[in-house]
């Protein structure tokens, strides 16, 4: 329970560093919200967890494959905002947008025997 707890307080303090920093900075706190530091972390506690290299391969492979579906939000996002549209419904069209890439990444991937 304390291992979980750390895991859990650790990756709280880095959600709350990064969103100071953009608050202050939006293109530092872009910058740094860009950099894997969800994926290293899963990876190390994964390590932890397992040490088992084939695994933290596959989850790596699979975020590879589950980053490029969300690509696009960061790109539609500030367009819908800039035209005036409301945040919350901004984000919903972000959300649902994401939502149906990621099946869409599922199914082109299938059709090339890649399962995530």
Do not use: N
């Amino acid at each position: 329970m304390l291992y979980l707890t750390v895991k859990a307080a650790l990756s709280g303090v880095i959600i709350a560093i990064v969103s100071e920093v953009a608050r202050r900075s939006p293109t530092l706190g872009a910058l740094i919200v860009s950099l894997p530091l969800v994926s290293i972390l899963g990876i190390l506690w994964l390590w932890h967890d397992t040490s088992d290299a084939e695994r933290i391969a596959a989850h790596a492979q699979s975020t590879f494959w589950y980053v490029l579906p969300t690509l696009p939000m960061f790109l539609v996002m500030p367009a819908m905002l800039r035209h005036g549209i409301g945040f919350w419904a901004t984000l919903a069209v972000c959300c649902a947008l994401t939502f149906v890439l990621y099946l869409g990444m599922i199914w082109a991937l299938a059709k090339f025997g890649v399962t995530l």
